[in-house]
């Protein structure tokens, strides 16, 4: 489990195949002095991953198949970018909220604008995404915690304040980029408690729905 609070950001040095499966090695400098074990989980601009090898401030992971497939990490090279985050203590503050590093799809900045000292920032989400996210709700971006503005169909907005946009890779997205979207944790379990049944059955839950059901 994460807070979505990035801790660092890092580069990738290394991406190659390996047996169908790609493994990654990302430099992360400010992570050389911690105390960082093989086996240990570190979110990824958002995906959960475990260190197979270290060598100094370096670190391996190993991507499966699966991951690939629902991700962007297959478009990484040399050089790009990530946020990186560790998993939580029992004794981390949550400044956040809870985030599994388990992607749920990749959502596109259509719109970038200044607002005020902080940048506004409207992406669309895929149709099947679109009922997880509600006003003042939370949303993880590329791994970073965020607090969603407004949902519009299938957009919603959010504002980053100047320190999160210099201290994460949010700054370097550009209209018409993609990005890692993980949603809200209680929601998707909200939903599976709801239906009572199996994945086979078409969702049908809305806004109005939950405030029927005393879901204010």
């Known amino acids: 489990m994460f807070t979505g609070i990035i801790e660092t950001v890092g580069r990738i040095?290394?991406?190659?195949?390996?047996?169908?499966?790609?493994?990654i090695t990302v430099s992360a400098p400010d992570?050389?002095?911690?105390?960082?074990?093989?086996?240990d989980s570190i979110a990824i601009n958002g995906v959960c991953l475990t260190v197979i090898e270290r060598s100094g401030d370096s670190f391996s992971f190993d991507v499966s198949v699966e991951s690939i497939n629902h991700t962007l990490i297959g478009d990484w090279g040399v050089g790009a970018k990530v946020n990186l985050e560790m998993?939580?203590?029992?004794?981390?503050?949550?400044?956040?909220?809870?985030?599994?590093?388990h992607v749920d799809g990749l959502a596109t900045l259509t719109k970038l604008t200044e607002d005020a000292r902080s940048w506004r920032m409207v992406f669309e989400l895929p149709d099947e995404l679109v009922r997880y996210v509600a006003k003042k709700g939370s949303v993880t971006i590329n791994g970073t915690s965020l607090t969603v503005n407004s949902v519009d169909n299938n957009l919603f907005d959010i504002n980053v304040i100047p320190h999160t946009?210099?201290?994460?890779?949010?700054?370097?997205?550009?209209p018409g980029d993609q990005v890692h979207i993980e949603v809200d944790l209680i929601a998707r379990y909200?939903?599976?408690?709801?239906?009572?049944?199996?994945?086979?059955?078409?969702?049908?839950?809305?806004?109005?729905?939950l405030a029927e059901h005393g879901f204010k």
């Open 13 to 23: 040095t290394e991406t190659h195949r390996v047996g169908g499966d790609v493994r």
């Open 31 to 39: 992570y050389s002095e911690r105390e960082v074990a093989l086996g």
């Open 87 to 101: 998993a939580l203590l029992p004794t981390t503050r949550l400044g956040g909220h809870l985030v599994s590093g």
């Open 165 to 174: 946009f210099e201290v994460t890779t949010l700054g370097d997205i550009k």
């Open 190 to 209: 909200l939903e599976r408690l709801l239906l009572g049944a199996g994945d086979s059955i078409e969702s049908n839950i809305t806004q109005g729905f």
